[in-house]
T-cell receptor, first 111, second 114 residues
Framework: GEDVEQSLFLSVREGDSSVINCTYT??????LYWYKQEPGAGLQLLTY?????DMKQDQRLTVLLNKKDKHLSLRIADTQTGDSAIYFC???????????FGAGTILRVKS | KAGVTQTPRYLIKTRGQQVTLSCSPI?????VSWYQQTPGQGLQFLFE???????NKGNFPGRFSGRQFSNSRSEMNVSTLELGDSALYLC?????????????FGPGTRLTVT
């Protein structure tokens, strides 16, 4: 089946690292995504990883993919108050031409 | 390059009416997908259009329909609006079929049905 699960809430202090976790079910996924949504806004594509990669780094963002366990994580280094938002994990369903999203993780950054 | 644009940004309609939302993808992108976001159901896939053809459809009633034009712009229509149709409707643009390429979202259209 198609299902993506995420923890609902994460609170960190400014300057700390944040790690948001996600599990997915479709082994044929081509891409796995992390999107950020701020209040009243659309989805901002933060980063994505192709399913044949283990890790991708992009400035403060590090994505780790464990295909065996179908586990994806997003690490944000030196978390800032501007990082406070909802973060969505999504997998692309290869033969369905669509994304399946998790429920979103609310990241709260305390100064 | 300009991003994905959606119009209108906000809309208030009455139950029973119909509504048309518009999406212009990133220049050169040929795929447009639509998603509905609600607090209760989260983000759910509505449909994808590629080269003016619907390639996939989510689990929504026939009141929800869409189309894509030759310039890749897309519209979605909801007829006989219900209160439960109140949601943020998001459009995503992709260079090719959505399952094989990264997708970029627009700011959304906030639809309120009263």
């Amino acid at each position: 089946g198609e299902d993506v699960e995420q923890s609902l809430f994460l609170s960190v202090r400014e300057g700390d690292s944040s790690v948001i976790n996600c599990t997915y079910t479709d082994s044929s996924s081509t891409y796995l995504y992390w999107y950020k949504q701020e209040p009243g806004a659309g989805l901002q594509l933060l980063t994505y990883i192709f399913s044949n990669m283990d890790m991708k780094q992009d400035q403060r963002l590090t994505v780790l993919l464990n295909k065996k366990d179908k586990h994806l994580s997003l690490r944000i280094a030196d978390t800032q108050t501007g990082d406070s938002a909802i973060y969505f994990c999504a997998e692309s369903i290869k033969y369905g031409n669509k994304l399946v999203f998790g429920a979103g993780t609310i990241l709260r950054v305390k100064s | 390059k300009a991003g994905v644009t959606q119009t209108p940004r906000y809309l208030i309609k009455t139950r029973g009416q119909q509504v048309t939302l518009s999406c212009s993808p990133i220049s050169g992108h040929r795929s447009v997908s639509w998603y509905q976001q609600t607090p209760g159901q989260g983000l759910q896939f509505l449909f994808e259009y590629f080269s003016e053809t619907q390639r996939n459809k989510g689990n929504f009633p026939g009141r929800f329909s869409g189309r894509q034009f030759s310039n890749s712009r897309s519209e979605m229509n909801v007829s006989t609006l219900e209160l439960g149709d109140s949601a943020l409707y998001l459009c995503a643009s992709s260079p090719g079929l959505a399952g094989f390429y990264e997708q970029y979202f627009g700011p959304g259209t906030r639809l309120t049905v009263t």
